[in-house]
């Protein structure tokens, strides 16, 4: 392989210091820039993992509102790979406690093979998603989406 994954991922938001104060708060994330170029600020978000997110303050009116899925734009969400299950499942408290999941009840979607997801919404809307592979999943093990099970992994 000639790269070692995403180096960050670009998007906009209406309100910097709230989204940041989200990404703290849920992924123990830490800013490694926030700077004011001209006439418009932007941060780099390290959320670990080698993962930078790069939003973009503008207008609140430039934010797209939240959307159904496939019908978000050319970027339908973002998927983080948690560290752990036990990673896992801290984020997905943090997620309820903050009224951020997008799944009834904060259920979790296991997808067989020892991989779970949970989607959640960030204060502009933007979808995402946290997974959970197991030690001993496998994508050849993942289920097709119909055979997909909503559980509470509490």
């Known amino acids: 392989m000639l790269f070692e994954g995403i180096h960050h991922v670009a998007f906009l938001t209406s309100d910097l210091d709230r989204l940041i104060a989200f990404y703290e708060r849920i992924f123990d994330a ?3 820039l926030d700077r004011q ?4 600020r932007h941060a780099l ?3 670990g993992g080698g993962a930078t997110l790069h939003p973009f303050e503008v207008a609140a009116g430039r934010v797209p509102a ?3 899925m496939f019908e978000r734009g050319r970027l339908d969400h973002v998927a983080l790979d948690a560290s752990s299950r036990e990673a896992f499942l801290e984020i997905r408290r943090r997620l309820i406690a903050e009224g951020a999941h997008a799944t009834e009840d ?3 979607t296991d997808m067989g093979s020892s991989v779970w997801s949970i989607s959640f919404h960030d204060p502009d809307g ?4 946290v997974m959970w ?5 496998s994508f050849d093990g993942i289920k097709s989406p119909p ?5 509470d992994p509490s």
């Open 106 to 108: 904060g259920l979790v």
């Open 37 to 40: 170029d001209g006439a418009r």
């Open 147 to 151: 055979e997909w099970e909503m559980i």
């Open 30 to 32: 830490r800013v490694v």
């Open 45 to 47: 978000i390290d959320i």
């Open 66 to 68: 939240r959307q159904p």
């Open 126 to 129: 933007m979808w995402g998603e």
């Open 133 to 137: 592979m197991g030690p001993d999943a």
